[in-house]
């Protein structure tokens, strides 16, 4: 089954909604990328989880747009979104019951029809609904993904930088693609320690992500070595993760110096509220 590539034919004329079509794509991409991959259960899970997140948020705020916008194919709509919403559900599930029992290629198909076909043909039914209209833009624009009650105020995530070092390709595309959905540009990738290190040095940056098995390397001595940095390096915030999670190993990554630990595979809107969390300390 060959890549998506996103094409203007593709578009809503709705950039807000365009975006948000491109992101679902990207992790149909990932999915593709992943087959046969050491960690592809890891890779399916994640994106599974990517995709139901994303397309809750993207569903509510096309919903909610074409609401603004009069659009009388709403209801319609919201039905088809809830069939879409219903399947990726039931395939998490037998994942959660037996992870060989869901491969990547068993996701494919059903993604690349739904997601194809919706964009390409149900979606274009809202243009003459959407298209320039103030309110239902104004309305999708103040919707995020990661919107929580933060003392500190809404993350200013187009302006993040962020290193993320995993020795996984698959897997840092599928974190690159989960931030560059809430608009993180600034995203610096390293597949070992050396090339962390030479990052962190080299440039600045506000977030670091790293996973607890480097290759051979462990993510452990690239935090105890950043918190010997001498200021600001040594005070960069820091999310460990870690592909088992035991209560030994968060404690270990908070004693090492990282300020957050999460289990993979994560779940976009779970990752992206603790980076919100991280990034207030950077403020």
Known sequence: MAVISWSEMMSVGVPVLDDDHKTL??????????????????????????????????????????????????????????????????????????????RARDCLTFLNDWLVNHICTTDMNYRAWLVGHAGAKAVGETMSLADQ?????????????ILVVDDNPNFCGILTAILNGVGVSSITVSHDLAAGKMALIGQPL???????????????????WL???PPPLCGLPVLMLSGHE????????????????????????????????LAAKVR
């Not at 794509?25 to 899970?45: C, M, R, T, W």
């Not at 995709?51 to 509510?60: G, V």
């Not at 506000?206 to 105890?224: A, C, M, P, Q, Y």
Request: proline share 3%; glycine share 6%; aromatic share 6%.
């Open 25 to 102: 794509v990207g992790f149909i991409n990932l999915l593709q990328h992943s087959i046969g991959d050491p960690e592809e259960y890891v890779a399916v899970y994640s994106v599974l989880g990517a995709l139901e997140d994303y397309c809750l948020h993207h569903f509510l705020r096309e919903e909610k747009m074409m609401e603004a916008g009069r659009c009388p194919q709403l209801d319609q709509h919201h039905r088809t979104h809830e069939g879409f919403a219903e399947t990726v559900r039931a395939l998490k599930a037998r994942y959660e019951e037996d992870q060989s029992s869901v």
């Open 149 to 161: 009650r933060l003392d500190s105020g809404p993350t200013d995530w187009r302006r993040l930088r």
């Open 206 to 224: 506000d977030l670091l992500i790293s996973d607890w098995h480097v290759g051979t390397e462990s993510g452990l001595d690239l935090v105890k």
């Open 227 to 229: 918190r010997q940095c």
């Open 246 to 277: 035991r209560m030994i190993n968060r404690d270990l990554a908070l004693l090492a110096g990282a300020d957050e630990f999460m289990e993979k595979p994560v779940a976009a809107r779970s990752l992206l509220i603790c980076l919100s969390r």
